[in-house]
């Protein structure tokens, strides 16, 4: 049994469209230690299969239709309201996008990290600002104690993102979710972020669901790598295979359109590998593959029947193509 | 060079408030006396992190940052010394392809209308040809005529980006500032937006001066890069002698930083060059180098003297150690 297991997991949407399902049967597992990357464009069901884990889908409009979500074999789908604020936080916790509209711009860092300290232990808030500080200091925040009384608007973009960390972390949780945790940064930063969260991870033994866009980002911090595409997983595998033999031609795209900061060749890069088009809107998807119209390998099976995820369990694909061995 | 656009002791100061009415005024300089040269038909790439002054000198050089001193000649002539009137016509040949495609789009006005707003403002043609003119925009930037009469809402991040650089083509510029015009897309609509303004270039002859903090980004498309660091210059040099061989300990920390394949969690990679902190304040820069508390070569001198920028084979470093 893995420490998260989501499973058959489906969401739907009430929108002016009608019913739309961003989630449509997403299975994922996570194991104590371990690294997930859930990669995909915008629009892909990232972000709300992580919301989904921590119980924060907005309903309505949203509505889990159907499937499983176990932590430690706790069904979190199914749990109360009581329970599900006791487990985020302390079990799961999540670092989000945006530090800058995620943090209460009201409340200093330190008052905000003791916060979450206060409500999942029994400390008294004095003892939870020594440890808020000590965390600060573990992130990475020079001059902790100073800055612990800072509030949001007067830290930098990377030290908001550090503050966010250090409240996710701040009660040891078993499951970390990162969504798109470096977007809004620099590369300096974002290398900083990536080193601490795998630094953490050595030390705690947490699980992290990384969520991104950016395959560079997967081959740094992914031990395994799930690719969403419009709401299913359509490739599944260990980082190093999906990195090396992609085989879901949206897969391969997303590896080939990365500029390369490649060392010796002098010349004009070549032009990017582009996917074309952008990802359909939910409620526009047909009965085939939802990728077909983007795709280079598409033939008629494609436009007919969704493709489902098959192949060898250690590095499945969704793919007609893929399946009937064509080029 | 034959440069179309140079800089020459480009710098851009802000006055600071003050904290009480007697106390002495502070300031920031964003830009502390920059050169740089661009040559028609090219892309020179300035890099740097948040706050170290790159979209400030791009902004400056052609005026819609101020105070600037120092000169800057396009085609020979000094924009800084132009009038408000003479510097207007002027934008026809310089253009600006903002980072945010969301804030940079008037969400209540057509698109087509925003697209054919410099040829009005600029009294490019008559009536009829500036209509044909953004369709044919439309066409270049491989968006569809039928999603002319459409608000900027209705499209996604990748096809407003389309709209500025359409925006920015209508008057036939020789210019275009491009200020991190791929950082908030996607990777897969970020590799779109990069050929077209490639294929662009090729087709107008234009030249661009292009920002970003990414290198990926800047090495796929930039022949000549600066790179950046508190409001200074600290290495310049031709593509290839910048991506072979670094100079500058900052250079090197950046490439160290950029996202790549190759850098394997499975395999066990540590970064080697750890950036750590964030740069110091821009008010009241330290005497010597910027990059002295966060280097990880620095030594005594680096903190009492600033290294000025100085030839090393192809390229231009301002470092007491290079290499």
């Known amino acids: ?327 | 060079m034959n440069a179309l656009l140079e800089a020459k002791g480009l710098t851009v100061r802000f006055p600071m408030p003050k904290r009480n009415p007697f106390a002495k005024r502070d300031f920031l300089e964003a830009v502390r006396g920059v050169d740089f040269a661009l040559a028609e038909g090219r892309t020179l790439g300035i890099v740097g992190e948040s706050g170290s002054g790159k979209t400030t000198a791009a902004m400056a050089a052609i005026r819609l940052t101020g105070p600037a001193t120092g000169e800057v000649r396009f085609r020979g002539e000094d924009l800084l010394a132009l009038g408000p009137e003479e510097m207007r016509l002027r934008r026809r040949d310089l253009q600006v392809i903002f980072q945010d495609p969301y804030s940079s789009l008037n969400p209540r006005d057509r698109v087509s209308h925003i697209v054919r707003e410099p040829l009005d403002l600029l009294g490019v043609g008559d009536d009829a040809s500036r209509d044909a003119r953004v369709e044919e925009l439309f066409s270049l930037v491989g968006l569809r005529r039928d999603q002319l009469p459409l608000f900027p809402h209705q499209f996604s991040g990748g096809q407003r980006q389309r709209i500025s650089i359409a925006r920015a083509l209508a008057t036939n510029p020789k210019l275009i500032v491009c200020d991190e015009p791929v950082s908030a897309l996607d990777v897969a609509i970020q590799a779109q937006i990069l050929n077209l303004l490639v294929r662009l270039q090729g087709e107008f002859g234009l030249s661009y001066l292009f920002i970003s903090h990414d290198l990926g980004v800047i090495r796929q498309i930039c022949q000549d890069v600066a790179v950046m660091y508190l409001g200074r210059i600290v290495e310049q040099a031709p593509r290839a002698a910048l991506f072979s061989r670094p100079l500058h300990p900052y250079t090197q920390a950046l490439l160290a930083a950029a996202p790549s394949l190759a850098r394997r969690k499975s395999a066990g990679y540590q970064r080697p060059a750890k950036l750590k902190g964030d740069p110091p304040s821009p008010i009241n820069p330290p005497p010597g180098c910027a990059f002295a508390e966060r280097c990880p070569k620095a030594q005594a001198k680096c903190r009492e003297e600033r290294p000025r920028l100085a030839p090393d084979g192809d390229s231009l470093v301002a470092c007491w150690f290079p290499g």
Do not use: W
Request: hydrophobic fraction near 40%; proline fraction near 7%; charged fraction near 20%.
């Open chain 1, 1 to 327: 049994m893995a420490l998260l297991e989501i499973d058959e997991l489906k969401v739907t949407f009430r929108t002016r469209h009608g019913p739309v399902t961003a989630l449509d049967g997403v299975s994922l597992r996570v194991e104590a230690g371990e690294t997930l990357g859930i990669v995909g464009e915008s629009g892909c069901g990232k972000s709300i299969t992580a919301l989904s884990v921590m119980g924060l889908v907005p309903s309505p409009p949203g509505n889990i239709a159907g499937g499983a979500i176990r932590l430690a074999g706790e069904d979190l789908v199914g749990a109360s309201p009581r329970r599900l604020r006791k487990l985020r936080g302390s079990e799961i916790a999540m670092i989000f996008q945006e530090p800058m509209t995620s943090l209460n711009p009201v409340f200093t860092a330190g008052d905000q990290i003791a916060e979450a300290i206060m409500l999942h232990q029994n400390v008294s808030r004095a003892e939870a600002l020594t440890r808020a500080v000590a965390l600060l200091d573990r992130v990475g925040i020079p001059e902790a104690r100073r800055r612990a009384e800072d509030y949001p608007h007067q830290l930098s973009g990377g030290m908001r993102q550090r503050v966010m960390i250090a409240m996710a972390v701040s009660c040891q949780p078993k499951v970390l979710i990162a969504d798109e945790p470096t977007t809004a940064l620099d590369v300096t930063v974002q290398a900083q972020i990536f080193d601490l969260l795998n630094d953490l991870q050595r030390e705690t033994g947490a699980a992290i669901m990384l969520i991104t866009h950016d395959m560079g980002a997967i081959a740094e911090m992914a031990d395994r790598v799930a690719v969403m595409y419009a709401g299913r997983v359509i490739e599944e595998g260990r980082a190093d295979d999906i990195l090396d033999h992609p085989k879901h031609p949206y897969t391969r795209g997303l590896i080939a359109c990365i500029p390369n900061v490649g060392k010796g060749e002098g010349g004009e890069p070549p032009p990017l590998a582009e996917i074309p088009g952008v990802v359909p809107p939910l409620h526009l998807l047909g009965a085939g593959c939802a990728f077909r119209e983007r795709c280079g390998s598409a033939f008629d099976r494609c436009a007919a029947e969704r493709p489902r995820l098959l192949g060898p369990a250690a590095h499945p694909a969704a793919c007609h193509a893929v399946e009937e061995g064509r080029p």
